[in-house]
């Protein structure tokens, strides 16, 4: 395992409105009340929580993101969310470009490159979401087809502004099929990844992003994934919605750091 400082990420996806949130986050803080500081702890919960979150959170450890912005700053753009709206509520990270907007909402390369402009714009930290279907890896395309998303996620970035950008490897196969990538699969994209940040940033750069594995990650596997040399932490789903099984992900990677 490297020296960058894993990042244990709950995606909490259309789950958790106020009260509910309240409930998980009053289950992780009671199951897990100090943390080190070797590890970073970010919950992405729903719109609608983000601000009662923030707030709920103030005086711990964990930190909070958005699940999604818009690349515009305002303006008639009914249900969006700005870059600003979410700086001002407390945000440090925003998901951009996951699978599942990129499925059912038509996201293309091109608006998740304006987001990552527009989320860095207000110093929030894109956590940039790659990753294959199935039919792609069985065809042997994988490599490619996520090199092509890492380049048009970078398009127009330098090597500083891309040490202030998270990436998130989601094999689309392994999000909440229960089916995950083998550690040897998952190491094996995390440090093509890497080369392809070597290739547009230099060493230093690829070296100090942060990439994490996001596909099926639990307690049962988390170990045998998070000792990879390349894999930086985990994006977690389903997981993250119950507080005993993100706690236990969260001690499992304060214990290998």
């Given at each position: 395992?490297?020296?960058?400082?894993?990042?244990?990420?709950?995606?909490?996806?259309?789950?958790?409105?106020?009260?509910?949130?309240?409930?998980l986050?009053?289950?992780?803080?009671?199951?897990?009340?100090?943390?080190?500081?070797?590890?970073?702890?970010?919950?992405?919960?729903?719109?609608?929580?983000?601000?009662?979150a923030?707030?709920?959170?103030?005086?711990?450890?964990?930190?909070?993101?958005?699940?999604?912005?818009?690349?515009?700053?305002?303006?008639?753009?009914?249900?969006?969310?700005?870059?600003?709206?979410?700086?001002?509520?407390?945000?440090?990270?925003?998901?951009?470009?996951?699978?599942?907007?990129?499925?059912?909402?038509?996201?293309?390369?091109?608006?998740?490159?304006?987001?990552?402009?527009?989320?860095?714009?207000?110093r929030?930290?894109?956590?940039?979401?790659?990753?294959?279907?199935?039919?792609?890896?069985?065809?042997?395309?994988?490599?490619?087809?996520?090199?092509?998303?890492?380049?048009?996620?970078?398009?127009?970035?330098?090597?500083?502004?891309?040490?202030?950008?998270?990436?998130?490897?989601?094999?689309?196969?392994?999000?909440?099929?229960?089916?995950?990538?083998?550690?040897?699969?998952?190491?094996?994209?995390?440090?093509?990844?890497?080369?392809?940040?070597?290739?547009?940033?230099?060493?230093?750069?690829?070296?100090?992003?942060?990439?994490?594995?996001?596909?099926?990650?639990?307690?049962?596997?988390?170990?045998?994934?998070?000792?990879?040399?390349?894999?930086?932490?985990?994006?977690?789903g389903?997981?993250?919605?119950?507080?005993?099984?993100?706690?236990?992900?969260?001690?499992?990677?304060e214990?290998l750091?």
């Amino acid at each position: 395992m490297s020296t960058r400082q894993l990042l244990i990420a709950g995606n909490w996806k259309m789950n958790g409105g106020p009260y509910e949130a309240a409930e998980l986050l009053d289950g992780l803080k009671s199951l897990k009340k100090n943390f080190t500081d070797d590890i970073d702890v970010l919950v992405c919960p729903p719109f609608v929580s983000l601000s009662m979150a923030v707030k709920y959170l103030h005086s711990s450890d964990i930190q909070v993101g958005a699940q999604n912005l818009y690349y515009e700053d305002n303006g008639a753009f009914t249900g969006e969310i700005s870059a600003s709206m979410l700086a001002e509520s407390g945000c440090n990270y925003v998901l951009v470009g996951h699978s599942e907007r990129r499925e059912y909402f038509g996201e293309t390369d091109d608006m998740i490159n304006k987001k990552i402009k527009k989320a860095m714009a207000e110093r929030i930290v894109p956590i940039i979401c790659v990753g294959e279907k199935l039919e792609t890896r069985k065809n042997d395309g994988h490599f490619k087809f996520v090199s092509d998303q890492i380049r048009a996620a970078y398009n127009g970035l330098d090597s500083v502004q891309a040490l202030d950008t998270v990436i998130a490897y989601e094999p689309v196969w392994a999000i909440g099929t229960g089916v995950t990538a083998t550690p040897e699969q998952a190491q094996e994209m995390h440090a093509f990844i890497r080369q392809e940040l070597e290739a547009l940033f230099g060493n230093d750069t690829a070296g100090a992003v942060r990439i994490l594995y996001g596909g099926s990650m639990k307690p049962e596997n988390a170990e045998e994934l998070l000792t990879q040399e390349d894999v930086d932490g985990g994006l977690i789903g389903g997981a993250s919605l119950s507080a005993k099984s993100f706690a236990e992900l969260i001690v499992i990677a304060e214990n290998l750091s």
